[in-house]
């Protein structure tokens, strides 16, 4: 799974004006990550505000995104929620075409036991026909992945890595101390990627990519001052981010840049303020 390690990015996907897809700004964006280093896409995650397209939707995303990719990098496709059947009926629909992992989130509002969620992460992976990742985002799910359910899960032959977002580097430590030697510990917190990689982690799955690809190509691969700039140089702008909810600082940021032609999200977002598209502006890098 080495393809997987490194720098993976949580596309955002743009919209036009009226809230549909904007396929020539996903275009720009895929060609703007590549050319900025990524080594894998994933497309149709939160950021890609998968909840609010529908089953339609999702399946033109994908079918695009793999057109606009063009084999360059890997593409992992987000694929969860938290009723099991509903997604084992979801992954026999989907055409894998140029799919090669699914990221799935762990089931949230349910809050299910730590058993729970072990075997609904079982049927997942016993189904799908390529390999999964987890992803471990307690504060959006409000069940958090343990560490020892992530080890019992890691030793499942389809079950090949963890995006973790629980902010709890402790947890992190007990994960890699103990899980399999090719099993892939990666960051699902953009200020959190040099700490998880100097505890065995192998890479990020980022929202601030999608906008500052060369910026974590320099922090994962640049020498060690140049990294911890590129690291520190995050600080304001990721703040930003979260601010309205994600992926609206996002988006706005994109706008800025010229890489998409709307920041229009869907409800129950909204776009950026005024006063926090201005913010994200004076904290441009120059």
């Given at each position: 799974?080495?393809?997987?390690?490194?720098?993976g990015?949580?596309?955002?996907?743009?919209?036009?004006?009226?809230?549909?897809?904007?396929?020539?700004s996903?275009?720009?964006?895929?060609?703007?990550?590549?050319?900025?280093g990524?080594?894998?896409?994933?497309?149709?995650?939160?950021?890609?505000?998968?909840?609010?397209?529908?089953?339609s939707?999702?399946?033109?995303?994908?079918?695009?995104?793999?057109?606009y990719?063009?084999?360059?990098?890997?593409?992992?496709?987000?694929?969860?929620?938290?009723?099991?059947?509903?997604l084992?009926?979801?992954?026999?629909?989907?055409e894998?075409?140029?799919?090669?992992s699914?990221?799935?989130?762990?089931?949230?509002?349910?809050?299910?036991?730590?058993?729970?969620?072990?075997?609904?992460?079982?049927?997942?992976?016993?189904?799908?026909?390529?390999?999964?990742?987890?992803?471990?985002?307690?504060?959006?799910?409000?069940?958090?992945?343990?560490?020892?359910?992530?080890?019992?899960?890691?030793?499942?032959?389809?079950?090949?890595?963890?995006?973790?977002?629980?902010?709890?580097?402790?947890?992190?430590?007990?994960?890699?101390?103990?899980?399999?030697?090719?099993?892939?510990?990666?960051?699902?917190?953009?200020?959190?990627t040099?700490?998880?990689?100097?505890?065995?982690?192998?890479?990020?799955?980022?929202?601030?990519?999608?906008?500052?690809?060369?910026?974590?190509?320099?922090?994962?691969?640049?020498?060690?001052?140049?990294?911890?700039?590129?690291?520190?140089?995050?600080?304001?702008l990721?703040?930003?981010m979260?601010?309205?909810?994600?992926?609206?600082?996002?988006?706005?940021?994109?706008?800025?840049?010229?890489?998409?032609?709307?920041d229009?999200?869907?409800l129950?977002?909204?776009r950026?303020?005024?006063?926090?598209?201005?913010?994200?502006h004076?904290?441009?890098?120059?």
């Open positions: 799974m080495n393809a997987f390690k490194g720098i990015v949580a596309l955002a996907t743009p919209f036009l004006d009226d809230k549909s897809i904007d396929f020539e996903l275009k720009r964006l895929i060609d703007h990550v590549i050319a900025g990524v080594d894998y896409l994933v497309v149709l995650g939160t950021t890609g505000e998968s909840a609010t397209l529908t089953a939707e999702k399946a033109q995303v994908l079918k695009a995104s793999v057109e990719n063009k084999g360059r990098v890997p593409l992992m496709l987000g694929l969860g929620g938290n009723a099991t059947q509903k084992l009926d979801e992954i026999e629909a989907t894998f075409y140029g799919v090669a699914i990221l799935s989130v762990s089931p949230y509002y349910n809050k299910p036991t730590q058993e729970g969620i072990i075997a609904h992460y079982k049927a997942l992976a016993d189904a799908s026909p390529v390999p999964l990742v987890l992803y471990n985002i307690p504060g959006r799910t409000m069940s958090n992945l343990t560490a020892s359910t992530t080890l019992a899960l890691s030793h499942h032959p389809n079950i090949v890595g963890i995006k973790e977002a629980s902010g709890n580097l402790e947890q992190c430590m007990q994960i890699a101390a103990s899980m399999p030697k090719d099993f892939l510990l990666l960051s699902g917190d953009d200020l959190l040099k700490p998880i990689l100097s505890i065995g982690g192998s890479g990020v799955i980022s929202v601030l990519a999608n906008a500052l690809p060369a910026t974590f190509k320099t922090m994962i691969e640049g020498d060690s001052e140049a990294s911890l700039e590129a690291a520190y140089s995050l600080l304001e990721n703040s930003l979260y601010l309205e909810g994600n992926p609206v600082g996002l988006k706005n940021l994109l706008l800025h840049q010229g890489i998409i032609t709307s229009q999200v869907r129950p977002l909204l950026a303020s005024k006063e926090l598209s201005h913010k994200i004076q904290a441009l890098p120059r």
